[in-house]
């Protein structure tokens, strides 16, 4: 197996940095098929007096297969919670991961800064680090969504077994949070992450980084100012990286 | 002509065409109440049938051999047929319709109940709707079977007797208790069986509310179980009624919230195949024998309840009941947990919408800002 360079140059001469890498890919393709299949197989039976429900339900061949659809891609997506939330602790625990993506008291003076700068109390934005505090805030909220999710979700699947170790209310209550935390998870995924990562006109039409595992340089200077300068201390049009990987392919020179 | 006298013209026609006609009308009423006195005087009333009554009202001994060799006496009463709905409308002729003519060729069925079975056809020639709704019905098929005591037309209805079936709601019940006398037993002491017979109670359902009249389904059919609800719905999903009776109106959209009532309502559209059963409201009120759940004692209910949740969740643990939440929306009181989880979200999703919105909209505020 090969590492990936930590900075290399894309076809067209730019200079492209590591991001995220294949497991994080992986994992965001497997989020988003999970998240498709369960929002369309669940949201018509939160939703079941409208048309569009029945719709989906005589596409997917009735109302038992649709639930079994529904928890099977439930169960793909425990799984991977699971191992997610266990790969970062043994990592962090052998030393081998940081946990930059989970928030820091720093984010929120970030937030705040930002904040004045959009109202125009601050001259000028905040440096932000290798994930912003809007990053941290879809990721987290994926995480402890997630968890509500899977909770919940196990609870409903297994109901009878819930009740020998819990108080029976516990049943309702988690269709109420599964059924309302979905609807949340739907709401912040099609304002936040759409905004985010592709209507926004500084991203416009999409943000590539989660599929190619690389940022353009410039990119991440203008928007992860702190984490562009702990690359590049120079700027990276003056010298390689120092942390550059063995196997990166040198820098392009650039005419200033 | 000029439009004017068009006009006059044509009312003076529909005065010319309409005053006789309103005589006439007026006429026939007096001729039908003259009728009526008539028929209860001097029983027998249509002169068509006075033919055939001279043999069949008179003569005692008279009788029909079947082909089995049983007999039957042919004997009709002038004052029932006269009393009946179709007294004084329909003549003897217009129903057996094989007999034209006297003397008329004797009958040639092989007993008394083929003969009943032969002749109900003749109903569909009027009652042509109702006809091909009882074809949908158990009882046709069970008819169709092969199973002869099964009913047609006159055994519910009567035959020279037949009443206008609007009569008095009670003896709808009574009418099926003839063949179904034990769930009858059961009904006649339920909640609404009771309210029928002890209090003339018109709101309480006969028989026929449930299972309807013609087209009856079959209760062992899953879509039967499916549609349950909404059998019920008809009256406990009605406010007005619920509250003449201080009764809670929630029991249907509270049941429908739920997981087995969301599950019924969508096989009930049509949503395929039913796997599993799901249960209904039969499944804790009882059948035919249905109870007020208020007048037990809160421990009775729910041991109730759980043993109804065993009959599918096999050896659930008691705790298990406690996920039903008895048709009441949530309270502090009575679901602390569910009420908590409901009103965080309540307040959560528009709190953390509104501030994402807000958050892109300055962002958006500030790119135009710094063009």
Redesign the interface.
């Known amino acids: 197996m090969f590492r990936e360079p930590l900075v290399k140059t894309g076809p067209d001469g730019e200079v492209l940095v590591k991001r995220f890498s294949r497991v994080r890919r992986f994992e965001h393709y497997l989020c988003i098929a999970a998240f498709v299949v369960l929002v369309l197989t669940g949201f018509p039976?939160k939703f079941?007096d409208n048309s569009f429900?029945?719709w989906v339900?005589?596409l997917l061949?009735?109302?038992?297969?649709t639930r079994f659809v529904h928890r099977a891609a439930g169960v793909v997506f425990s799984l991977h919670a699971f191992l997610h939330i266990l790969g970062f602790t043994v990592g962090f625990v052998t030393g081998r991961m940081s946990l930059d993506m989970l928030p820091i008291p720093q984010d929120l003076r970030d937030a705040w800064h930002n904040?004045g700068?959009?109202?125009?109390t601050r001259d000028r934005p905040p440096e932000l680090p290798k994930y912003d505090y809007?990053q941290k805030f879809e990721y987290i909220g994926i995480v402890f969504g997630g968890l509500v999710m899977v909770v919940s979700g196990l609870v409903?699947m297994y109901?009878?077994l819930v009740?020998?170790l819990?108080?029976?209310?516990?049943?309702?209550?988690s269709?109420?949070?599964h059924s309302?935390?979905a609807?949340?998870a739907l709401?912040?995924l099609v304002?936040?992450h759409v905004?985010g990562s592709h209507l926004?006109?500084?991203i416009f039409p999409m943000d590539k980084t989660i599929f190619t595992g690389y940022i353009p340089a410039h990119e991440l200077e203008e928007r992860h100012h702190r984490e562009y300068r702990r690359i590049f201390p120079r700027g990276h049009a003056q010298e390689p990286p120092p942390a550059a990987n063995a196997d990166a392919e040198p820098l392009p020179a650039k005419v200033a | 002509m000029k439009p004017a006298q068009r006009l006059l013209t044509g009312f003076a026609a529909g005065l010319v065409i309409l005053l006789p006609a309103h005589a006439v009308l007026a006429q026939s009423d007096a001729d039908t109440t003259q009728d009526k006195a008539a028929e209860a005087a001097a029983p027998g009333g249509d002169i068509r049938s006075e033919g055939c009554l001279e043999c069949h009202a008179e003569d005692p001994d008279a009788k029909v051999t079947f082909g089995d060799g049983s007999s039957r006496a042919v004997l009709v009463d002038r004052k029932t047929i006269a009393l009946s709905v179709h007294g004084g409308a329909l003549a003897c002729t217009d129903c057996h319709r094989d007999i034209a003519r006297h003397p008329h060729a004797p009958v040639k069925a092989r007993d008394a109940r083929a003969y009943t079975l032969d002749e109900s056809r003749t109903c569909r020639r009027c009652h042509y709707a109702y006809y091909t709704r009882v074809l949908d019905g158990i009882h046709f098929k069970v008819l169709e079977s092969g199973n002869r005591n099964a009913p047609t037309c006159v055994d519910c209805h009567g035959a020279h007797d037949v009443q206008d079936p609007k009569g008095p709601r009670v003896e709808v019940s009574q009418r099926c208790a003839r063949c179904h006398d034990k769930v009858y037993a059961a009904y006649a002491g339920s909640v609404h069986g009771r309210a029928m017979l002890e209090e003339a109670n018109t709101d309480v359902p006969v028989c026929t509310d449930c299972h309807g009249a013609h087209a009856i389904a079959n209760p062992k059919e899953p879509t039967f179980r499916t549609t349950t609800h909404q059998m019920c719905a008809k009256c406990h999903g009605d406010a007005t009624k619920m509250a003449k009776y201080n009764l809670n109106p929630e029991v249907v959209s509270s049941y429908l919230q739920d997981?087995h009532g969301?599950?019924n309502?969508?096989?009930s559209?049509g949503?395929?195949?039913v796997?599993?059963p799901m249960a209904t409201c039969t499944d804790c009120h009882g059948i035919h024998d249905i109870e007020k759940f208020s007048s037990g004692d809160k421990g009775a209910i729910r041991e109730k309840v759980l043993t109804v949740c065993r009959g599918c969740?096999e050896?659930?643990?008691a705790?298990?009941?406690?996920?039903?939440?008895s048709h009441y929306q949530?309270t502090l009181a009575s679901?602390?947990?569910?009420w908590?989880?409901?009103w965080a979200?309540r307040i959560?999703?528009p709190f953390?919408?509104a501030g994402?919105?807000l958050?892109?909209l300055?962002?958006?505020?500030?790119?135009r800002?710094h063009r």
């Open positions: 039976q079941h429900a029945t339900f005589d061949g009735g109302l038992d297969r904040l700068w959009y109202l125009g809007r409903l109901p009878s009740a020998g819990l108080p029976g209310e516990v049943i309702p209550a269709r109420v949070a309302n935390e609807l949340l709401s912040v304002v936040w905004y926004s006109p500084e | 997981f969301v599950s309502s969508l096989y559209e949503a395929t195949k796997y599993k969740h050896e659930v643990p705790t298990f009941g406690d996920a039903w939440l949530p679901a602390p947990m569910v908590s989880v409901k979200y959560l999703i953390i919408m994402l919105v958050h892109i300055l962002h958006l505020w500030r790119l800002a």
